[in-house]
């Protein structure tokens, strides 16, 4: 009888160390650890050099199918964008014009932020339905398009975060912004108020009309 409540014990304090060394990292007992799996369903991003980019790979050829079934009725057939869908493609040259046509393929500095925005949220409504093959096929359909690679370039996770793009060069960093001088890389904490001067007016420029006075 003995015997049996010491297996019992021994049993039970093996059952629980084990839960002693997890509470420590939960101080306040709340939620639950996320498993490996439940991580990886979130870590999805895919950074500028392409760290992140999950195994996979795909061409233009390709791409053309998933494009035209499952992007093309709202981005148009060449990336013109339908009625006020976005346009995809196009607007070289015009990012210093009054008019600037900002699309992935003019304004967009990197391949793999095109990877990881249409894995994450298209297609609009089925977001996260794209197989990897598919989504680097989809992406190297548009960067074939934008005249960035050519129709059989094989994107695939190794390249593509040495795709260069056009626009690459049209972003500062840090951010040049006088009103933002202070926050990059050390926190202003205290006088944090940079004297600021108006060099222009909206109306000067007549984006914001003139109200009518009646
Ligand atoms: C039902 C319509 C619809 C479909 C289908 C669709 N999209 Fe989109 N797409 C949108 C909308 C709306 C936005 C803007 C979303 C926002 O700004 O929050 C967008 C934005 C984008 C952007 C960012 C454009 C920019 O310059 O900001 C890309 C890239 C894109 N879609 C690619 C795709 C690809 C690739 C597919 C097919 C796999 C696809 N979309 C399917 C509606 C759609």
């Keep these: 009888m003995f015997a049996l409540v010491k297996k019992l014990v021994i049993f039970l304090v093996i059952l629980i160390i084990p839960n002693l060394l997890i509470a420590e990292e939960r101080k306040f007992y709340l939620g639950k650890i996320a498993t490996k799996t439940e991580i990886a369903g979130w870590d999805i991003d895919v950074r500028p050099d392409g760290l992140g980019a999950p195994l996979g790979s795909g061409s233009a050829i390709n791409g053309e199918e998933v494009y035209a079934e499952q992007c093309a009725s709202c981005h148009g057939d060449f990336g013109e964008g339908l009625d006020r869908w976005p346009e995809l493609v196009g607007g070289e040259d015009?990012?210093?014009?009054?008019?600037p046509v900002k699309t992935t393929g003019s304004y967009w500095p990197y391949a793999s932020t095109m990877y990881d925005y249409i894995y994450r949220a298209m297609p609009f409504g089925v977001a996260q339905s794209l197989t990897h093959d598919e989504t680097y096929q989809v992406v190297a359909y548009l960067l074939y398009m934008n005249e960035i690679i050519e129709e059989d370039f094989v994107l695939n996770d190794k390249n593509i975060g040495k795709?260069?793009?056009?626009?690459?060069?049209?972003?500062?960093?840090p951010d040049p912004r006088p009103d933002i001088a202070n926050v990059n890389g050390n926190p202003c904490m205290q006088n944090c108020n940079t004297p600021t001067e108006i060099i222009g007016k909206a109306r000067d420029i007549d984006v914001t009309p003139e109200e009518e006075k009646s």
């Design 94 to 99: 015009s990012l210093d014009t009054h008019d």
């Design 163 to 173: 795709i260069k793009m056009p626009n690459v060069e049209g972003f500062l960093m």
